[in-house]
């Protein structure tokens, strides 16, 4: 079956760096994203890997490792209005998304 | 219009009723898509459309239905509602040309079913 996982909650300092991992089984793969979710919004999108490698864009970065079906989120220079959902989400051979439940990040000051 | 609408912005409806979701899109994308989002899953596609005219259903189709008469509009029908259809329900749309897979949202409709 596909299966995206990623830990439901993580705290984090105002400041400080926070890395989001998730984890991927899928029937094909068509690149993974990631996209941020405010309470009561709609998600926004974050990025978008398709080949193994680092994506950096300002203080977030994406990371993809496809032999591992592996991902994870680096957020640097923690700020109080990154306290969101994060939602990873795997497109698969039909060009369908997959989601996560989203990592809850809460961000202490 | 800029991007994805949805209407209502939430509603509060009595089981049994008919309820149709509204969803207009003015980026001439070709693929659109409704979901709804309960707490503690993740977003759960309901139905799919990759072209006008075409249709198809996703994860949780029953109970749901769409249509796709046009590119810019897809209506998301309930035909007999339920209490587990409560839920937050967001419209998507992603362009099928260019190398952006991206998917952009509208702001959701929250739906109560008593």
């Known amino acids: 079956g596909q299966n995206i996982d990623q830990p439901t909650e993580m705290t984090a300092t105002e400041g400080a760096i926070v890395q989001i991992n998730c984890t991927y089984q899928?029937?094909?793969?068509?690149?993974l994203f990631w996209y941020q979710q405010h309470a009561g919004e709609a998600p926004t999108f974050l990025s978008y890997n398709v080949l193994d490698g680092l994506e950096e864009k300002g203080r977030f970065s994406s990371f993809l490792s496809r032999s591992k079906g592996y991902s994870y989120l680096l957020l640097k220079e923690l700020q109080m209005k990154d306290s969101a959902s994060y939602l990873c989400?795997?497109?698969?051979?039909?060009?369908?998304?997959?989601w996560g439940a989203g990592t809850k990040l809460i961000i202490k000051p | 219009i800029a991007g994805i609408t949805q209407a209502p912005t939430s509603q509060i409806l009595a089981a049994g009723r008919r309820m149709t979701l509204r969803c207009t899109q003015d980026?001439?994308?070709?693929?659109m898509y409704w979901y709804r989002q309960d707490l503690g899953l993740g977003l759960r596609l309901i139905h799919y459309s990759n072209t006008a005219g075409t249709t198809g259903k996703g994860e949780v189709p029953d109970g749901y239905s769409v249509s796709r008469a046009n590119t810019d509009d897809f209506p998301l029908t309930l035909a007999s509602a339920v209490p587990s259809q409560t839920s937050v329900y967001f419209c998507?749309?992603?362009?099928?040309?260019?190398?952006?897979?991206?998917?952009?949202f509208g702001p959701g409709t929250r739906l109560t079913v008593l």
């Open positions: 980026m001439r994308h070709n693929a």
């Open positions: 989400a795997v497109m698969d051979s039909n060009y369908q998304l997959i």
């Open positions: 899928t029937s094909g793969f068509n690149g």
């Open positions: 998507a749309s992603r362009p099928t040309s260019g190398s952006s897979n991206e998917q952009f």
